[in-house]
């Protein structure tokens, strides 16, 4: 007869030895980080360390899983020659097998697998999770980077709750251009170097800026990089793009700018590695301290170069800055704005220098990498309302030119207007207590009025240019100007506007009923033109003679 109990003392044993012989499980209670600030126009920005602690239990199954889920898109780097979708992201567990390469399952979920484990069972009292890169761009400024370790084989995570692992902040801090005095460009002297103005570069928050050497730093060890993947691993670029600058004139920046913890080197392009720098050559004449310098292609008024962070300290928060020069030296310790004019005289109106600056994308395969290049703003791509730079009133590049209005001329009703123009622009080129005398300059006089007192009004009209020496006063009669045009009015009275491609152009009018001492005559009245124009920008200013 069948005796049940012992059939269920039976069952009971066995079900002891099949609990016996299961696998315990690693419990943890949740995801924690330490949190970081990093860059929001980085597309592979590094977290901190994702860590599960405090955890519990053991286990001798023959791997653990886990996943990783963030809310910015995942941008680590693919291994070559490791299993499909493997990255330079790395997970650890305490008293496990070997560094497991985080291998891409989604846009923003990476899978870790920790294998083999000893046969004996191990405790395990945390998991983390290093070198894990996101595309901060994907976020809106100021918001959090979170990361989730979620459970798997062999592995209970009992929090949902996900780790705050960085902040997103905007790379540079408020842009500033400094101009020095104003700079003369009517000369062909080519050799004379003018400091036009300094730009002032800072990073928004501490380690904002990265070399290549740091960059390879952030890489943990034995990920399987390969040696020529890890030669290409770039700094911080950014781009500096200057406006507003004068079409003929040569422009240079230094190529190397040093300045308390940080150093920048110019590089030919965005996607050039820091060891692409640019040689440096030299401007002015033999007295002039050499200076390396690289010129900025400029197209239609603006140009840009490319900086690569080369050295930056990151013990002290915001230090490091490239300063604003309290006096235009030719040192090389900051981003100087320079020029030497060309070939031939410059002429026109100019507007005052501008600048602005940003991080800048990067096609190279190595880290930092920036969201898409764009044409720099004020501070940023990703933060276009930042307070704009700053541009005093100054480092405006003076135009070659002096526009004077002549309120009243007469040449009818018996009166004629005697007219002088004065060239004193010697000097209006000027190199410490050294004077460059102008070439002959001309004025263009044209004339808008009627031929008769209070008559139909002319179409405006212009009479031949007058030439003017420089350091001479050209005097002529309005009606000795008028009948040298080919087809000259009966008379005019009105007004007239003379621009001279000179500085230092003054003007003077006399008007007479008849010069002279024929009887009845004498007459007359005269006055100085107002100048209504001599630098650029339409300030209304005048000349400041040279001493």
Request: aromatic share 6%; with cysteine.
């Amino acid at each position: 007869m069948l005796d049940f109990r012992k059939v269920l003392l039976g069952l009971s044993v066995a079900g002891l030895g099949l609990v016996g012989t299961a696998s315990a499980q690693i419990s943890c209670p949740g995801t924690a980080a330490v949190t970081k600030t990093v860059r929001a126009e980085g597309i592979t920005e590094s977290l901190p360390n994702i860590t599960a602690g405090a955890c519990t239990g053991t286990t001798n199954t023959a791997t653990i899983t886990f996943t990783v889920t963030t809310n910015a898109p995942i941008t680590n780097l693919l291994l070559t020659g490791t299993t499909t979708n493997s990255t330079d992201a790395q997970a650890t567990a305490a008293g496990l097998g070997p560094v497991a390469q985080g291998v891409l399952v989604n846009a923003t979920t990476m899978q870790f697998t920790i294998s083999p484990v000893p046969a004996a069972p191990t405790a395990v009292t945390g998991i983390t999770i290093s070198n894990l890169r996101v595309n901060a761009s994907a976020l809106p400024v100021g918001s959090a980077v979170t990361a989730l370790i979620s459970s798997g084989t062999g592995l209970f995570i009992s929090s949902a709750t996900p780790a705050q692992a960085a902040f997103t902040q905007t790379s540079l801090a408020a842009t500033t251009f400094t101009g020095f005095a104003n700079v003369a460009i009517c000369t062909s002297n080519t050799t004379t170097v003018s400091p036009v103005g300094s730009v002032k570069i800072s990073e928004n928050f501490n380690s904002a800026f990265t070399t290549a050497g740091e960059e390879a730093a952030f890489e943990p060890p034995a990920t399987g990089i390969p040696t020529v993947l890890l030669g290409t691993v770039i700094g911080t670029h950014i781009a500096v793009t200057f406006g507003n600058l004068v079409a003929g004139v040569n422009y240079y920046v230094p190529v190397s700018v040093v300045s308390g913890n940080l150093t920048l080197t110019a590089v030919p392009a965005a996607n050039s590695p820091d060891t692409a720098a640019l040689a440096g050559g030299s401007i002015g004449p033999a007295a002039t301290p050499t200076l390396g310098v690289t010129q900025v292609a400029v197209t239609g008024g603006t140009g840009t170069v490319f900086y690569s962070v080369t050295h930056d300290s990151t013990s002290i928060d915001s230090t490091g800055s490239v300063g604003v020069a309290p006096a235009p030296a030719i040192d090389g310790t900051q981003i100087v704005l320079y020029e030497v004019l060309g070939s031939s005289t410059v002429g026109g109106v100019t507007t005052p220098p501008t600048v602005s600056a940003s991080v800048v994308g990067n096609t190279a395969s190595g880290y930092p990498q920036f969201a898409a290049a764009v044409s720099p703003t004020a501070v940023s791509a990703k933060n276009p309302t930042t307070t704009p730079p700053t541009t005093n009133s100054q480092g405006i590049l003076s135009s070659c030119s002096t526009t004077m209005i002549f309120p009243y001329l007469l040449n009818t009703g018996g009166y004629d207007t005697g007219i002088a123009l004065t060239n004193a622009g010697l000097g209006s080129s000027v190199s410490g207590n050294t004077v460059t005398p102008t070439t002959t300059g001309s004025c263009t006089l044209t004339l808008w009025g009627s031929a008769t007192l209070n008559g139909t009004a002319l179409t405006p009209f212009s009479l031949p240019a007058i030439t003017v020496a420089a350091g001479q006063v050209y005097a002529f009669t309005l009606s000795s100007a008028l009948m040298a045009m080919t087809t000259p009015p009966a008379g005019f009275a009105g007004y007239g506007i003379a621009l001279c491609n000179f500085q230092g152009g003054h003007g003077f009018a006399f008007l007479a009923d008849g010069f002279g001492t024929s009887p009845g005559k004498g007459l007359s009245q005269g006055y100085l033109a107002p100048i209504i124009s001599d630098v650029f920008n339409n300030i209304a200013q005048a000349v400041q003679e040279p001493l």
